[in-house]
């Protein structure tokens, strides 16, 4: 049902974080592949950072579910000046609302068909 | 861009907990639509349950987001025999593969466009 082998990404080994960010984008997305390109090429570079889910309802919501290390990953990646500038432009252009739940995984598990 | 205005829920008060499942779908869905449905109705009557976030790409990747107060909540969900059914026949017939991360929620932040 689906390409990517790697997706759903996890489960980890607890600890580790789960930065779950759910949008509702407006009518004006002018850049807003291009960066989301580069913020998915950046946040890479991030030691700690483990993967990510990402599912879109078109015309509705988003949920994109960044997982790291440990809080330090996450606070480089929240900190890092060129995610810091789209979050920006986010706000100026892209969503209509959003919310970000930054979360310690205490369990998970893991499920493939036999 | 979305009729809901109640999507995306929170943000709530930390600490709180999230349920974090992503799945790959079948191509044998019979009887997923019906009981996706009945399990968002048994969900709301559990105490501490706070509201609910799904994406689906077409195709691929769905993301359903759970939040709850507190981890007891969160087990009485986790228990309930008719969840317990349905996630047995989840692995039986729906799911390609899933993963679910649980953890407890330490900072949320919300936007909403002026």
């Given at each position: 049902?689906?390409?990517?082998?790697?997706?759903?990404?996890?489960?980890?080994?607890?600890?580790?974080?789960?930065?779950?960010?759910?949008?509702?984008?407006?009518?004006?997305?002018?850049g807003?592949?291009?960066?989301?390109?580069?913020?998915?090429?950046?946040?890479?570079?991030?030691?700690?950072?483990?993967?990510?889910?990402?599912?879109q309802?078109?015309?509705?919501?988003?949920?994109?579910?960044?997982?790291?290390?440990?809080?330090?990953?996450?606070?480089?990646?929240?900190?890092?000046?060129?995610?810091?500038?789209?979050?920006?432009?986010?706000?100026?252009?892209?969503?209509?609302?959003?919310?970000?739940?930054?979360?310690?995984?205490?369990?998970?598990?893991?499920?493939?068909?036999?």
């Amino acid at each position: 049902m689906i390409d990517d082998p790697q997706a759903p990404v996890g489960p980890f080994e607890p600890p580790y974080y789960v930065a779950v960010f759910t949008t509702v984008r407006t009518s004006e997305q002018s850049g807003y592949g291009e960066t989301n390109a580069r913020m998915e090429e950046l946040v890479k570079q991030v030691p700690g950072y483990l993967g990510m889910d990402h599912a879109q309802t078109p015309g509705g919501l988003g949920i994109t579910v960044g997982y790291f290390r440990d809080a330090e990953a996450l606070a480089q990646w929240r900190t890092d000046a060129e995610h810091r500038a789209a979050q920006r432009r986010g706000r100026a252009e892209w969503y209509e609302r959003y919310t970000l739940h930054v979360a310690k995984v205490e369990r998970s598990t893991g499920f493939t068909r036999p």
